[in-house]
């Protein structure tokens, strides 16, 4: 089984895209950066190309990568209705070789998240530098861990959102609760997914590693990258205790 296919949320497109409709927020940010960047960018973990579409069609040149051909299938109908030309690449974005340089590479929506150990991360952040033109910025975004959430009861169950099954109709439920283990930061996630009469018609786990702020300052520097900014949100708010989201503009450390 392909590791993508293991993560219950990017097996099949059109589903995704229904579940994740209402996330706008860091639309602006990422069309603003990629705009600013002038010259090519590249997308890592662009999934469906929620992010990926709008870039492009603000006029922007961008490559969209994902390690799940499901998805890639979806962002290419969806490229081809829009009357877009977007390269797509199927790869991991922990091995993977363009041939080219880009101006801005991101990272987006928490997917350093589903890299939990060192040695991913450090193949991550030497494939960004190997892709990076001069000058060039790399950019993401993950959660900024709430103790008081990780803390939870892992039999608890609390919304976490609800959408349109596009396949069949009618209201799709789902539930989540967590399970924190500390030893290696990784956040259990469990996704139950209910509707009526089918209460728990699929459950799946999510592993998302955590990454507190002062640690994540020193995994960039260690990755040979110096940041640039860090933002609590993607309205530019300077990051601080409370936030929710740590976003890193960062550049690389030429040596």
């Not at 089984?1 to 602006?28: C, H, K």
């Not at 090519?40 to 469906?48: D, F, H, I, N, R």
């Not at 877009?84 to 350093?112: H, Q, T, Y």
């Not at 450090?122 to 892709?131: A, I």
Request: proline fraction near 5%; include cysteine; charged fraction near 25%.
């Amino acid at each position: 089984m392909r590791a993508s296919e293991r993560l219950p949320l990017y097996r099949d497109g059109r589903v995704y895209d229904a579940m994740n409709r209402a996330v706008t927020a860091d639309v602006p940010f990422y069309v603003a950066e990629a705009k600013a960047a002038e010259g090519p960018v590249l997308e890592l973990a662009c999934g469906t190309g929620r992010l990926t579409i709008p870039i492009a069609q603000s006029g922007v040149e961008i490559v969209g990568l994902d390690l799940s051909p499901s998805m890639l299938e979806h962002a290419r109908a969806k490229t081809q209705a829009a009357g877009l030309a977007i390269e797509w690449v199927e790869a991991d974005c922990r091995n993977f070789e363009l041939g080219r340089k880009f101006a801005l590479i991101f990272l987006p929506f928490n997917s350093m998240q589903h890299l939990h150990d060192h040695s991913s991360l450090q193949r991550l952040f030497h494939c960004v530098r190997e892709h990076l033109a001069d000058g060039g910025r790399f950019v993401f975004d993950v959660f900024n861990p709430s103790i008081a959430i990780l803390n939870g009861d892992p039999k608890e169950r609390r919304l976490e959102r609800e959408y349109e099954d596009p396949y069949v109709g009618g209201k799709v439920r789902v539930d989540v609760s967590i399970d924190y283990d500390d030893a290696t930061q990784v956040n259990r996630v469990m996704w139950y997914f209910s509707r009526d009469g089918e209460p728990d018609f699929r459950v799946e786990e999510l592993p998302m590693r955590c990454f507190f702020p002062q640690e994540l300052d020193l995994l960039v520097q260690w990755g040979g990258f110096a940041i640039e900014s860090k933002y609590g949100s993607f309205e530019r708010k300077e990051f601080a205790s409370g936030d929710m989201k740590q976003v890193i503009v960062s550049n690389a450390v030429r040596t």
